[in-house]
């Protein structure tokens, strides 16, 4: 198609292309994000009441969550809250449970050892590789310059 | 009425990360994967800086819950390994933060993969 | 015979017929503005079946089953069939289709692929190399999202311009009979790319694929839109249209809107449907508009001329993933009530 150029199309596609509702995700983001995190503190506590130390509270208070999002990823249930809360679920660990479940789930059809379980980090294996390599990277600095 | 306040300082920071989260989605088009890697990373260098840890004794889950509190986890685990084990700590501080994390993703993930079935959406 | 007409035009002078025709669906196609036009819905999206892949194929195979039973026809009737679908490999088709027995030709246009088969079907039978030939083409939302987006329980929100993948199949039997809607001519298109990259903009990666074929075709033939009742494009979707309605008015045909219909605009309700957005796409949205609603609208005499355009992104995940843009095509497939006359009135392109 010579007649039209990728730039003035480009043009022609913003003007159409009706624009992400931000007035309903953002504020819909901070809600359920907040309550995850509400969610959070309150296992955290709860589990400080029951003698854990703050350290173990708050490692108790993750699995908690990720279990949680596996349980509702399963019950076909965590997409449709994501759905409207969008980064709000995607955010907190619940986001990166999910990442790891419904990949699992979904290629469990390929089979246990080449579907579900070489599958399962398709999209939450970056965060580990960058989180991680991030991490020795700080290590390296803290081992050189007691950081 | 201390507990509520804690509730309300998670609710703040948390949500606030959230927004971040959502505004990168819909104003960016970063994908869903590279927000998660963005968010884990910030944390690791939010942590290094030591601009983390003060966000965390305030809000608590509100800052533990986001995955930049992953990645400031694995910033602190390196950071204190270091100092005891020195290089070796290097290799195995991140991990051993967040091994209970992870962990228990893998297991969970596998479980409720065994359990369960996907279901069309409708 | 076939006989070229201008650039890209093939005018089919024995007008082959389409003879039969059957539609499947699923749940939220039943629940659409068309739900009551399709032959067969099937509540449960597996259909049976243990995998969407599965699901997919026994669709199809349902699909054609159901025009060679409205045909009163066996598979051995048929000379050959021309078959597709979105999945790598074109596996809905070759695991739906291979019990028939029916010589197989494998098609990928993407969501094209309707316009595709149905073109190469009608021009077997129109050169005498085949007495009658099928063509279908199916998608499932489940195996396309599989495939080329993300898991099903995965929790991603999805963009106001993405598009819904249905879940449908169509397909037609095209033979040398005398049963309305004829094909009389089919245009082939060429691959167009305007630079889209962003997979959840399908439509905008299609319209000018779709608004290139139909000004060939209007150029081929020395017609414009008021020679026509319809014309239908694939599954330009919301955005799409848009673009397709500017593209053609740029060009000199300001009144392509007022004629133009989306199989992907019609086979959803989209302020009432949750989760379509833009709208329908897939190969199976345009196939099951087509056979549900238009085919047997032109066969009462409803509707009498209609270019039917199924448009395709001729989308690899892999590729864009290096940061390639997304190739489109579209083909063209002039229907009418009436087939090529000899003389006097539809003799010509514009009478």
Redesign the interface.
Known sequence: MQWMSPKEYEKMNQKASPPTPVWKTVPMAFLFGGIICTIGQLCSMLYQNLGADLETASASTSITLIFLAALLTGLNVFDKIAKIGGAGCLVPITGFSNAVVSPALEFKAEGLVLGLGAKMFVIAGPVIVYGITASVIYGILCRLFGW | MEWLIACGKAFLIGGLFCVVGQLLIDYTKLTPARILVTYVVSGVVLSALGWYQPLVDWAGAGATVPLTGFGHLLAKGVREAVAEKGWLGVLTGGFTATAGGIAAAIFFGFLVALLFKPKDKS | MPEKVGKATIKLGSSPSVYAFAAVG???EEEGPLGKYFDIIQQD??FGQ???EKAESQMQKQAVSKALEKGSLAPGDIDFIFAGDLLNQCTGSTYGLRELEIPFIGLFGACSTMAESLGLASLFVDCGAAARCAAVTSSH??SAE?QFR????????R???SQWTA?ASGSVIVAKDILPPYVRSVTFGTI?D???K?AN?MG?AMA?AA??TLIQFFEDTGTNQENYDLILTGDLG??GS??FR??TA??GYPGVAEKHGDCGLMLYDRENQA?IY?GGSGCGCSASVLCSYILPAMREGRLQRVLFMATGALMSPTVVQQGESIPSIAHLIYLSAQPWQEKGEGSSWNG
Do not use: G, H
């Open positions: 699923s749940k939220k999206s597996f243990s995998s969407w939302f489940c599989r993300y898991p099903l329980e995965y929790a991603s929100q963009a106001p311009t879940t167009e305007l630079q889209i962003d903009n905008a000018p608004a290139s919301f955005v848009r673009l500017e593209l740029k060009k989760e833009a």
